[in-house]
């Protein structure tokens, strides 16, 4: 191992910035985020970065290094290429300062799916089969670091795209909410018209980047593309709807439902 | 208590962006996967062009005591086939041009739609986006929101039309068992290389995610079906492969008909095995 | 005078983990205007780390379980210290709790019969933990998140709150903190007021704690007039990573010692051998041959000392590293590696071997670890009222970690989680009803609001001035090496002193940039909350002259039963912040009923 790692980490706000260069002596078995620590309490003590859990549970340190976007406190230093080592903020959000980005963008989101609808509870508690929610589960190992929502370049090349697209974080929530045994609502229609599922070109960044390993493309994203084509796109399905006179849920009644 | 508040309201946010301006950060070779994308797509495209307008060398008949048909003239049911290459009951007389541009389509549009070969050429060709943190090369985008690429969602469809494909080569790899006038039943290496390529098209078709929903994966509640939970669970390993076998068998296809050709042209002989 | 910002509300929350979220939507759910306020984003907080579960007598696995046996097991579990009435409602309450999450789309794992599952857990007589995997602490933030968003609960994040606010009756009214995002200042006004800031974790070198656990809550309750007790009793888990940075305070668990990994000194000597306190002598080794002999079959040997009670070991650790033995970070090594082979390491332990290979690339097949004692989790807290959790001035309800009573002197695993739930919705309630009926205007004293923004804002105004980040590693040092797992007399008069030079370090740091996301100034803002629950820890582990739970005393190595009929209660009578002498004395427990004590009887 070198004896010195070079850190070139972006330092600016909402008026600009520039990478600064920091040099410090390695230390066996550290991650990016152990040496911004060590920057901070040395040589920058205003160098914004949010962390938490500093063990990959919390979702918090997402940040760019050497542009590709990863928790800090996951990635080990030497498994990085020799040479600096850069970092940066998350480029899909707004900056706040250094590697902190404005992610509200998801929480307004979150706000916009229709919470999970059950039937009353029964006295003695809901039956399910393990077998039908382990899709769920899959998805629900998410840990909010939105680093799918930073690579996708729906959002990440196209900000006008922002207020039409749920974006990768929301369609595993749109999907488990869909495959879960109890649910009574369906989100189809708004998935398709207020999320943007047919915006997804399915290159599967939100797949590579996930550190939890959810296989966000096949397993929630392709299969609600399916769905909205059962219901919309499919016309057999239409014809079979029209026959049955079955209904497929408005985005309004998707939103209003069981309020 | 509102749920979610009861209208629909479109985020809105402000601020600027942060960080370089640079089209991507990466230092590590991420041209490498859509360049040899790009180039294995543009060497079948080719091949395949090249293959269906020369249209000749694509059956080996009794004359050479063999029944192997090309994949990309399979079934052949133009009026204009090759002696013994064409169907029994279904030929179309009006149709002149070469009858794999008729027979092609109907792979093809299962290929074009597939959700593998969209994400590779919507990475390779229309670099939106060329690799993950890259920027996209155009500046607008709407996605499959619109024609032509809304069209995408038939992919079901064109499933169907594969499947129809699959029945009729897995026939011929069967049929090509048949040694007419040189002792009846044997195995040949054509014959290998057309069931070879069979199997690998049902691979690759049964692993396809519209086939993946129809079996059972639009069902929220697996504990009351219990067949189609196990036909989606055999599916979804096979699934995950989903890319490999897409080029596994986009490449087998042009082998075979490059193996029958070869043949046909007299090259070689097909080798007889017992 | 600096501007800020006010919000007006009935109910706040103060912490966004497990038990405020539940506080912020019971009282939503009762109609009344709630604020859930965090330091971090939503759904951050340290309840994502639980791992095992939450504890529920459903008696889905075994039938014979019951609310009275895991009472029980909790009541003894904290060596009766605890508040019996806490421990009851707890018992009887988590059942409904845990079901209730279901309606709100937590997906726990399943019994064939499909519900919820439950697994096995230290201390807990049946299996009773129901869990996802191992990350039900993610699965309970999630759900009641999403539970808060769908209610349109109003979140602020990243906003650190410095102190409680009061009105002239005394009454607490709010709090006044700033937004980490822009340091601009904010004053809620609120009816009633939770607190749901989680642990103190932050103030040892050696924690499994994130960032936020600087037990705010504990000490802006204490600055606000209440009642704290049982600081002393801090949970440490004796063998925690010391070393290298990435895994530092990753928990290594005791199946490492069970699968053969011995705890060597810097010398390379296996030092336990030399602990074995007389009365674990007759069915402990005498050797190392003996020992190892014990492996592989369990009659042939006596077992292995690594394998004697946790303090014991904890105070074995703690010797060797005092004596000048341990290793280079204040640590021992733990070996495995030397004892077994990579394939049987790899089997045995197969989460713990990718965990440290892929963080901090440690081959636990061909290195020794190096642990030490890690804190963990803290017992002690605010003194809380069981029925509505609210603690002992007025307008001011804790649940959670914050809050003491409920664990006594020692937390069962998988009690946490539903003490959250619990105590969550019980403090929710109370804080409802008060804010129901308190009438008139609430005006919150304006002088505590300037002299706290000034107070947060000096930092700025010293060109020199101490390091915070300095101050808080000393601190750190501090607190590990003179309160840590095993504790002694001189050496907790000497924390103290040190305690008093480290405050008014805290009050001379001196911080560069703007007050725009600026780590070192926020930091500079936890320092004084650190500070006052080090203090707390500290002088109730100097007046709890006996060993009980998660209190060590070297020099009172057994329990006595005085103590036992005590809580050490610190308080600062008249509410006057850092300033303030703390009170410390021993108070009477609350006297369990007869219908409870004879649970205790029963099984003798």
Redesign the interface.
């Known amino acids: 191992m070198a004896d010195d790692v070079t850190m070139r980490v972006w330092r600016g706000d909402a008026d600009g910035g520039d990478f600064a260069e920091f040099t410090l002596p390695a230390q066996e078995g550290e991650v990016v985020l152990d040496v911004i620590h060590r920057i901070q309490a040395t040589e920058a003590g205003d160098l914004a970065c949010r962390w938490n859990c500093k063990a990959g549970k919390c979702g918090s340190c997402s940040a760019e290094i050497n542009g590709r976007p990863r928790l800090m406190c996951m990635t080990r230093m030497d498994q990085l290429p020799e040479g600096p080592v850069t970092v940066a903020p998350m480029r899909t959000f707004p900056i706040i300062r250094d590697l902190v980005t404005d992610v509200s963008f998801n929480f307004e989101v979150a706000k916009s799916v229709p919470a999970f609808a059950p039937p009353p509870r029964p006295e003695e508690g809901y039956r399910m089969a393990q077998i039908d929610i382990e899709r769920g589960q899959e998805f629900r190992k998410c840990i909010e670091c939105f680093m799918c929502q930073d690579v996708c370049h729906v959002i990440r090349d196209h900000e006008d795209n922002k207020p039409q697209y749920a974006g990768p974080r929301f369609f595993i929530r749109y999907a488990e909410l869909e495959m879960h045994p109890l649910d009574t609502n369906d989100r189809r229609e708004l998935l398709r018209q207020q999320g943007g599922l047919g915006m997804c070109n399915i290159t599967k960044c939100c797949t590579e980047v996930c550190p939890e390993h959810i296989k966000i493309t096949d397993n929630a994203i392709i299969p609600m593309k399916e769905r909205v084509v059962d219901a919309t796109y499919d016309p057999v399905a239409w014809l079979g709807r029209k026959i049955l006179r079955r209904k497929k849920a408005t985005p309004q009644q998707a939103v209003t439902h069981g309020a | 208590m509102s749920v979610g508040g009861a209208t629909i309201t479109p985020v809105q946010l402000g601020g600027a962006r942060g960080g370089p301006s640079a089209r991507t950060l990466r230092k590590d070779r991420w041209w490498v996967q859509p360049t040899i994308t790009v180039v294995l797509l543009t060497a079948f495209v080719v091949y395949s062009t090249w293959a269906v307008f020369v249209n000749k060398d694509y059956y080996v008949g009794a004359v050479a005591h063999r029944d192997l048909i090309s994949p990309f003239f399979s079934p052949c049911v133009t009026g204009s086939c090759v002696a013994g290459a064409h169907g029994t009951f279904f030929v179309i007389y009006w149709w002149h041009i070469t009858p794999a541009l008729l027979i092609l389509l109907g792979p093809l549009s299962f290929r074009v739609t597939c959700y593998y070969y969209r994400r590779a050429y919507y990475r390779g060709f229309w670099q939106s986006p060329p690799a993950c943190a890259v920027a996209d090369a155009h500046t607008g985008y709407t996605g499959e929101t619109r024609f032509p690429l809304i069209l995408q969602n038939l992919h079901r469809y064109f499933l169907y039309v594969a499947l129809m494909f699959n029945t009729i080569l897995t026939i011929d790899a069967v049929t090509a068992f048949r040694l007419p006038g040189d002792g009846g039943i044997g195995v040949s290496l054509g014959s290998l290389v057309l069931s070879a390529n069979a199997i690998l098209l049902w691979a690759y078709t049964l692993s396809c995610h519209a086939a993946r929903h129809l079996c059972g994966g639009h069902v929220n509640t697996f504990s009351r079906h219990p067949i189609r939970y196990r036909i989606w669970k055999t599916l979804t390993p096979l699934n995950a492969r989903h890319m490999q076998l897409a080029w596994a068998s986009l490449i087998f296809v042009a082998l075979t008909d490059l193996y029958v050709r070869l043949v046909a042209a007299g090259v070689f002989t097909d080798p007889k095995i017992f | 005078m600096t501007e800020y910002e006010t919000h007006d509300y009935d109910v706040i929350v103060i912490g966004a983990g497990g038990a405020g979220l539940r506080a912020a939507i019971e009282a939503k759910?009762r109609g009344l205007r709630t604020a859930l306020i965090c330091k971090?984003?939503?759904?951050?907080?340290?309840t994502?780390?639980a791992e095992g579960g939450v504890a529920a007598a459903?008696g889905n696995v075994y039938a014979e379980d019951s609310w009275q046996v895991h009472f029980r097991d909790t009541m003894r579990g904290g060596k009766m210290l605890n508040n019996w009435r806490m421990a009851q409602l707890h018992a009887m309450e988590s059942p409904d709790r845990v079901?209730?999450l279901?309606?709100?789309?937590a997906?726990f794992?399943?019994t064939?019969?499909?519900?919820?599952l439950q697994r096995d857990f230290g201390g807990h007589r049946y299996a009773r933990l129901a869990h996802?995997?191992d990350?039900t602490g993610?699965?309970l933030i999630?759900t009641l998140q999403?539970?808060a968003?769908?209610?349109?609960i109003d979140?602020f994040?990243e906003c650190k709150i410095l102190r409680l606010l009061s009105d002239a009756d005394g009454v607490v009214s709010g709090a006044v903190g700033y937004w980490r995002?822009t340091g601009e200042m904010v004053v809620f006004s609120a009816r009633s007021t939770v607190i749901a800031t989680g642990g103190a974790g932050k103030s040892w070198k050696y924690t499994s704690n994130?960032?936020?656990c600087t037990g705010d809550g504990h000490a802006m309750s204490l600055w606000a007039g209440a009642d704290l007790i049982d600081m002393e009793c801090v949970q440490f888990h004796p063998t925690g990573m010391v070393?290298?940075?990435?895994?530092r305070?990753?928990l290594v668990t005791e199946g490492v010692r069970g699968d053969g990994g011995v705890l060597r000194n810097s010398e390379g000597k296996r030092f336990m051998f030399e602990y074995v306190a007389d009365m674990f002598r007759a069915e402990t080794a005498e050797s190392e041959e003996e020992a190892d002999r014990w492996y592989e079959d369990h009659s042939a040997g006596r077992r292995p000392p690594e394998l004697l009670p946790r303090d014991e070991v904890a105070r074995a650790i703690n010797t060797e590293v005092k004596s000048g033995r341990g290793t280079p970070h204040g640590g021992v090594f733990l070996d495995i590696a030397s004892r077994r082979s990579a394939e049987v390491i790899r089997r045995r332990l197969p989460s713990m071997y990718h965990q440290f290979m892929?963080?901090?690339?440690?081959d636990i097949t061909h290195e020794p670890m190096e642990v030490g004692p890690t804190c963990h989790y803290i017992m002690g807290g605010v003194r809380v009222d069981a029925e509505t959790a609210a603690a002992t001035v007025p307008g001011l309800f804790v649940a959670g970690e914050a809050a003491g009573g409920m664990h006594g002197s020692n937390r069962l695993g998988g009690n946490s989680l539903s003490d959250l739930l619990v105590f969550g919705r019980r403090a929710g309630i109370g804080a409802s009803d008060f804010a129901t009926g308190r009438s008139g205007q609430v005006v919150p004293n304006q002088a505590e609001i300037d002299r706290t923004v000034d107070e947060a804002l000096a930092p700025f105004t010293r060109d020199e001035g101490e390091?915070?980040?300095?101050v808080h590693?000393d601190l750190q040092d501090t607190m590990q090496t003179l309160v840590g797992i095993i504790r002694t007399q001189s050496e907790l008069d000497e924390a103290l002193e040190k305690l008093d030079e480290l405050t008014s370090r805290a009050s001379r740091v001196a911080?560069?940039?703007?007050r725009?996301?600026?780590?070192?100034?926020n930091l500079a803002t936890d320092l004084p909350a650190m500070l006052t629950v080090s203090r707390c820890v500290t002088l109730g582990a100097r007046d709890r002259r006996e060993s009980r739970g998660g209190h060590t005393r070297e020099d009172f190595p057994n329990a006595d039963p005085e103590f036992g009929k005590v809580n050490l209660v610190q308080r600062q009578p008249s509410g006057g912040g850092m300033d303030e002498e703390i009170k410390i004395g021993p108070e009477p427990i609350p006297e369990m009923p007869d219908e409870l004590k004879a649970l205790f009887e029963e099984t003798h």
């Open positions: 759910d971090s984003l939503l759904g951050k907080a340290h994502v780390m459903m079901q209730e279901e309606a709100w789309g997906l794992d399943r064939t019969d499909g519900r919820i996802v995997g990350r993610l699965e999630r999403q539970r968003v769908a209610m349109d979140v994040m995002a994130s960032w936020e070393w290298p940075l990435s895994v305070g990753i892929e963080l901090a690339g440690v390091n915070p980040y300095q590693h911080v560069g940039g703007g725009s996301y600026n780590p070192g100034w």
